[in-house]
């Protein structure tokens, strides 16, 4: 007789899991969501959505590592580094000079180097560090220092 329950064990194991599992029609768990909104009235601060595109997003974070240093974290070439520099960095909030500038040509001066584009030789070539698509990240990246810039008066 005993061999026979030890034998069920499993089966009432699994019964009294069955008896716990929380109900699929959301009577089990109490998680708020759009159908079932939240109604102690205490709700958590929403955190603000980034303003940044994923792809522009990691692009910021390879600018803070590798770029800023020369460009400046605001992207108006005044990093501390660039004191160092014959020729200033690029300021990346001139829309006017960014404008033109196609995003092959960037990440091609990104992959590249400035010398390779007839720049400033200072313009560290990347291709060695940097993947094609971290470049277009970064691209993406850059180009949201220029759109920043206020209208113009
Ligand atoms: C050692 C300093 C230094 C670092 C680090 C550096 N740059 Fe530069 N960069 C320069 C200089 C100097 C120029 C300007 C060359 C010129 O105008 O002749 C420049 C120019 C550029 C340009 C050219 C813009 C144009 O007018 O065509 C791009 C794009 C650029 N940098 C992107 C980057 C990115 C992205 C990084 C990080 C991965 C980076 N740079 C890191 C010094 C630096």
């Known amino acids: 007789m ?8 499993p089966v009432v194991g699994i019964l009294c899991l069955l008896l716990v599992w929380p109900g ?21 601060p929403q955190k603000p959505k980034s303003a940044l595109t994923p792809a522009e997003q990691k692009g910021q974070t390879l600018y803070a590592y590798y770029c800023a240093l020369c460009h400046g974290k605001t992207g108006k070439g005044d990093g501390f580094n660039s004191y160092n520099l014959t020729n200033p960095p690029r300021n990346f909030t001139d829309s006017a000079k960014m404008a033109p500038l196609s995003d092959k040509q960037i990440e ?8 390779a584009q007839g720049l400033s030789p200072q313009m560290p070539a990347w291709g060695g560090v940097l993947t094609q698509r971290q470049a277009t990240d970064l691209t993406a990246f850059i180009r949201t220092f220029a759109k920043q810039d206020g209208p113009k008066k």
């Open 24 to 44: 699929q029609n959301g009577q089990g768990s109490q998680t708020p969501s759009e159908d079932r909104p939240a109604t102690s009235g205490f709700q958590l």
């Open 108 to 115: 091609k001066t990104i992959l590249q180097g400035g010398a």
């Open 2 to 9: 005993v061999g026979y329950w030890r034998n069920l064990t």
